[in-house]
Nanobody, 113 residues
């Protein structure tokens, strides 16, 4: 099994930046790809960014050019750097590992003036 622990959420003003971190543990050898999803109340969870084991990245159109997903193999950590944040980025952000389907506990990101 894979366990995921996220950190780095918080409140920021529009135009600000935050960096989310996700640290996997357990059967990490089984991880093929990791991603960040987000969810607002009453809506479906949506993919924000994904990085494959080979380093290929995928982004939602709404965050292209503003967000970056990357990994630090030495720290066994996956990051989501979020720049130029907008109020519509407000959501609970979840880390996900494939193919295990493991989810982190979620971290709240609030963008508000």
């Amino acid at each position: 099994q894979v366990q995921l622990v996220e950190s780095g959420g918080g409140m920021v003003q529009p135009g600000g930046s935050l960096r989310l971190s996700c640290v996997p543990s357990g059967s990490t050898f089984s991880i093929n790809a990791m991603g960040w999803f987000r969810q607002v109340p009453g809506e479906q969870r949506e993919l924000v960014a994904r990085i494959s084991s080979g380093g290929t990245t995928t982004y939602a159109d709404s965050v292209k050019g503003r967000f970056a997903i990357f990994r630090d193999n030495a720290k066994n950590t996956v990051y989501l750097q979020m720049n130029n944040l907008k109020p519509e980025d407000t959501a609970v952000y979840y880390c996900h590992a494939a193919p295990s389907g493991a989810w982190g506990q979620g971290t709240q990101v609030t963008v508000s003036s």
